[in-house]
């Protein structure tokens, strides 16, 4: 069988849903560095950075409603 694929209903979406979760970490990850980064750039653009944060925190309400999708309400 394919990878993500599986003969037992539903395992295939699950193994994906939790790949978008994995996915969207290393994206809110990635964006934290570039973050920091441009904090310690004197000449980096302020808009600039708040555009990162604002990303950013889309990126955590996205995993948090995946989560909350996979996992249940917490």
């Known amino acids: 069988l394919p990878i993500g694929t599986s003969s ?3 395992i295939a979406e699950e ?3 939790m790949d978008r979760i994995l996915r969207l970490v290393v994206q809110h990850r990635k964006l934290d560095r570039m ?3 441009a904090r ?3 000449l980096a ?3 600039a950075i708040l555009r990162l ?3 950013k925190l ?3 309400d996205q995993i948090a409603r995946a ?3 996979r996992y249940g309400a917490a």
């Open 40 to 42: 310690h750039d004197r």
């Open 35 to 37: 973050i920091a980064a």
């Open 53 to 55: 944060k604002k990303m």
């Open 8 to 10: 037992i209903p539903g």
């Open 58 to 60: 889309a990126i955590r």
């Open 45 to 47: 653009d302020s808009i």
């Open 15 to 17: 193994e994906t849903e």
């Open 67 to 69: 989560a909350r999708a």
